[in-house]
């Protein structure tokens, strides 16, 4: 694919269900990040993966948060017992470091509301 | 403090006027400045790359750094209806690291 793609575009849950958003990164981008922007707010980083390295989980909010990441591929943000402030979009990004520069290209991102 | 203060606008021009966008960020130790562009319903793309101090343009953008002051901004000139959209900066102390988001501002040019 061209880009970063994430599904699903737009997901309406119940208080209290668990969710799980997807993100394919672009072939060969080793880097991989989650972040969350809340309406009128910036992003928030929330965990990054880098190739086979532990990832940088600092910026998940709560244990509700978790991800996975399977090699260089697919990534998945899970949401458990959801409640209304986890209501935001959620952006994936992917880059590859070259000579000390990187470029994080986004995708479309999952809009997640919370009822 | 904030890491990274960006004024939300809105703010509105007329097409053809040159338009400034402006952060402050509090960490010295942030090397890697950018600006993204966001269009409404859709992710950040990014628009200008700059490491360390300095100016960069690239068509109708500029984007200067000034490290002394802290101070980040991005220039358009000749400004055009599509570039109605929320600008954010965003910096990082190195490459692989998450980026410091500002809150973005909103422009609309009006034809």
């Known amino acids: 694919g061209a880009g970063v793609s994430q599904s699903p575009s737009n997901k309406v849950t119940e208080k209290g269900k668990d969710v799980e958003l997807r993100c394919d990164p672009i072939s060969g981008h080793t880097a991989l990040y989650w972040y969350r922007q809340r309406l009128g707010q910036g992003l928030e980083f929330l965990i990054y993966?880098?190739?086979?390295?532990?990832?940088?989980k600092s910026g998940l909010p709560s244990d509700r948060f978790s991800a996975e990441r399977t090699g260089e591929s697919v990534s998945t943000l899970t949401i458990q017992r959801t409640q209304q402030e986890d209501s935001a979009v959620y952006l994936c990004?992917?880059?590859?470091?070259?000579?000390?520069?990187?470029?994080?290209?986004f995708g479309p991102g999952t809009r997640l509301l919370v009822l | 403090q904030k890491e990274v203060e960006q004024d939300p606008g809105p703010l509105s021009v007329p097409e053809g006027a040159i338009v400034s966008l402006n952060c402050t960020y509090s960490n010295s130790a942030f090397q890697y400045f950018m600006w993204y562009r966001q269009y409404s319903r859709k992710g950040p793309e990014l628009l200008m790359y700059?490491?360390?101090?300095g100016n960069k343009e690239d068509g109708r953008f500029t984007a200067q750094v000034d490290k002394s002051s802290k101070y980040i901004s991005l220039f358009i000139r000749d400004s055009q209806p599509s570039d109605s959209a929320t600008y954010l900066c965003?910096?990082?102390?190195?490459?692989?690291?998450?980026?410091?988001f500002g809150k973005g501002t909103t422009l609309s040019v009006s034809s």
């Open positions: 965003a910096t990082s102390h190195q490459a692989g690291t998450a980026l410091i």
């Open positions: 993966f880098q190739g086979n390295s532990a990832p940088d």
């Open positions: 700059t490491y360390s101090s």
């Open positions: 990004a992917s880059s590859l470091v070259l000579d000390r520069q990187e470029t994080q290209y």
